[in-house]
């Protein structure tokens, strides 16, 4: 869509930052993408013009008909993605409902307003009719929104932008993408994207990463700091924006980009070799993955099995929630490609930051101290009872692991237990078979469970620490809120010997603790967490390469013994110097390339 | 309480989530092509059964009660639409 922006003069160099969600370099175009604004100043048309006036949202309807049709078509044609034809056909009856069709003409006709002036009329008596009702069906309400910002979009004369039909080799500039937006998002000359919204889950990441191109967002102001055909470097590692960089610029990154393929490329060569350590020690390296179609990425990259199956994002922008059917079949066909390596599926995560249209969220104050994850399940107990149907009967191939998010104490922790027992003496009186000895675990990521997992050890066959929470809540510190983004730190003594308590606990009652945070795909995190003991980490399957060679190099007898030395330490800076410090003798033989990819850890960048 | 064209009949809406998007597609769906008017009337609030809004808007949750009231010559076709519908529970399990 031709912007508004386009024909004013570039801004000169800007540098902004934002969060790497999707990493590497990309240097490119921009091509901004916008919304039409649904809040119009009052117009009206002259009585004769009323007429002409009617034909040209007429038009502007039809038009976005053959739009979504068109959209529908391809979707299907690639055979994605049921729940978007949903939305889709959805999105059609809105088109043609006469709520919307015919009160528009009528107020052009009857009030001679202007055919947008109309529409914005519309949209807002939808809205004021929605606001009052329970929340499953107020949310349809971004449906009706979407619909006519589409109409808008053709009676404004630009065309609404298909992100599919991009020709020339450009970066992706939004305020935020729709997941239908995300939907059409499928072309080679897309070389990254940046947003103003969303953080790490949100759908530009998952999309970026699925699509292994780099993507930031968090990005505020970008969208008014740039303009159609400016050059931009983004660097989805460090989550840096260049508008309009020099030629210098371009050089470096143009070199950076060249290093990180080349570094790629020998890390993919690397995966052949298994991940033990110098002295001997064999890590465990899973992939956290979103998608049941992300399971080539980990034949590719050489993964042990999934750690972490988030099975939330079945369940986001579907305006229905997945019946046991469509759930046991993305379940049993990661079961079934991941063979025999074993897949830890997580139930429902959701709250906190993570919201389903077609789930009663309750609005909270404080979500992530709310309802979320295992409190959400234990709260809509069907919809958690469903969930553990379809895992229990897609677990025939006996890899399937059940894992428990955000479990804060015991009680919590048995009642999601006899949820799971029912489900199987509902299985066995039906003759329908599962796997009898299915392992279940806790995720601690929340203090208290640390204190207690000795009491929760006795109850479950594995730990997983996600230190992504466990951080947040051991700090107090919101992971989104940039003012206080200083105070999150991963190396804060009391993190630290939270992974090390949890760590002996499982020794103690002879189960394995692996870690799924994003602690566990930075290399110098990795370093410590081997350190404090850990032997399984999990996460995107595009890090694991890199983790690998890291692994490779290092023994963790050595390690060990620094890490025992680290619990003593009283702040993170303090924590950070020494490993930083002893980098070099830690990391053996043939270190000096690991020791050149740490320079892409985040640790190692916000000292 | 039906004459030649005009039907009226009450459902109970029994599937799990009520007549949210879905099952409120299916029924907008079901009836958009027939030759009749179709009302639906749950706690004194009317709604167009051919409007899919309009349907969404009457929030009609498990347990609810609706009123159906069809006119014109498919007025049966869309009533014995409807109590397919609401009787499979609209497709969920």
């Known amino acids: 869509m031709p912007s508004r922006n386009s024909s004013r003069r570039s801004l000169g160099k800007i540098k902004l930052r934002g969060s790497g969600v999707s990493s590497g370099v990309s240097i490119g175009h921009v091509q901004l993408f916008h919304v039409s604004n649904l809040e119009v100043g009052e117009s009206v048309v002259l009585k004769n013009h009323i007429e002409s006036e009617i034909q040209r949202f007429q038009d502007a309807v039809s038009k976005t008909c053959k739009q979504i049709e068109e959209l529908g078509k391809r979707v299907t044609e690639r055979g994605e993605d049921k729940a978007l034809i949903e939305v889709l056909t959805l999105h059609l009856l809105l088109l043609e409902d006469k709520m919307i069709y015919d009160r528009t003409i009528e107020l052009v006709r009857d009030k001679r307003y202007g055919s947008e002036y109309a529409l914005s009329c519309v949209f807002r008596e939808a809205e004021e009719r929605y606001s009052d009702l329970p929340d499953l069906f107020r949310e349809r309400i971004k449906d009706v929104e979407d619909i006519c910002r589409r109409i808008m979009n053709n009676l404004c004369g630009v065309d609404a932008q298909s992100l599919e039909d991009v020709e020339e080799e450009v970066v992706i500039v939004a305020r935020d993408l729709s997941p239908s937006d995300a939907a059409s998002m499928r072309s080679d000359n897309i070389l990254g994207f940046v947003t103003e919204a969303g953080g790490k889950t949100s759908h530009t990441a998952i999309i970026a990463r699925a699509l292994e191109i780099p993507a930031v967002v968090g990005v505020s102001g970008i969208t008014k700091f740039t303009r159609d055909h400016d050059v931009i470097i983004i660097d989805g590692e460090s989550g840096s924006i260049i508008i309009n960089p020099t030629s210098k610029e371009i050089n470096e990154y143009r070199d950076k980009q060249h290093r990180l393929d080349v570094r790629q490329s020998r890390l993919i060569e690397l995966s052949d070799f298994e991940p033990y350590t110098l002295d001997g020690f064999k890590i465990e390296l899973a992939a956290n993955i979103e998608f049941a179609s992300e399971v080539e990425s980990i034949a590719k990259y050489r993964a042990n099995g999934v750690g972490l199956y988030r099975t939330e994002y079945l369940f986001l922008d579907r305006i229905v929630v997945p019946s046991e059917k469509e759930q046991y079949k993305h379940y049993f066909e990661v079961a079934e490609k991941i063979f025999p390596n074993p897949v830890i599926i997580r139930t429902l995560d959701i709250g906190g930051d993570k919201f389903a249209h077609a789930l009663d969220t309750p609005h909270e104050m404080n979500p992530f101290l709310g309802c979320r994850a295992i409190r959400f399940s234990l709260t809509n107990k069907s919809i958690f009872r469903t969930q553990l149907r379809a895992i229990l009967r897609a677990s025939t191939y006996h890899n399937l692991l059940i894992m428990y998010p955000l479990i804060s104490g015991h009680g919590e922790l048995m009642e999601a237990n006899e949820h799971l027992e029912a489900v199987k003496d509902e299985l066995r009186s039906k003759n329908v078979s599962f796997d009898e000895n299915i392992k279940v675990g806790a995720m601690i990521e929340v203090p208290s469970a640390v204190m207690v997992a000795q009491d929760l050890a006795k109850h479950v066959d594995f730990f997983s620490i996600g230190t992504n929470d466990l951080i947040q809540y051991t700090l107090a510190v919101d992971r989104g809120n940039q003012n206080i983004a200083y105070l999150y730190q991963p190396f804060h003594p009391a993190v630290l010997r939270m992974i090390s308590n949890v760590v002996d606990v499982g020794r103690e009652y002879n189960i394995p603790v692996s870690i799924c945070g994003e602690m566990a795909s930075d290399p110098v995190c990795v370093l410590v967490l081997l350190a404090l003991g850990i032997e399984r980490l999990s996460m995107a399957p595009n890090a694991i390469p890199s983790i690998k060679q890291l692994v490779r190099a290092v023994s963790i007898v050595r390690l060990r013994e620094f890490g025992s030395k680290l619990l003593g330490m009283v702040s993170a800076e303090e924590i950070k110097m020494r490993v930083i410090e002893a980098l070099p003798k830690l990391l053996a033989e043939g270190g000096e390339e690991v020791l050149e990819n740490l320079n892409e850890s985040s640790i190692l960048a916000s000292s | ?93």
């Open chain 2, 1 to 93: 309480m039906s004459n030649s064209n005009s039907i009226t009949k009450t459902f109970t809406i029994i599937n799990e989530l009520g007549l949210h998007a879905r099952p409120a597609m299916l029924l907008v769906q079901a009836i958009s092509r027939l030759e009749c008017s179709v009302n639906i009337e749950k706690d004194g609030f009317e709604a167009d059964a051919k409007s899919i809004m309009g349907v969404l808007t009457l929030a009609a949750e498990q347990n609810s009660h609706i009123i159906v009231r069809a006119e014109g010559p498919d007025a049966e076709k869309a009533i014995n639409a409807i109590e397919k519908l609401v009787e499979e529970k609209f497709g969920e399990d």
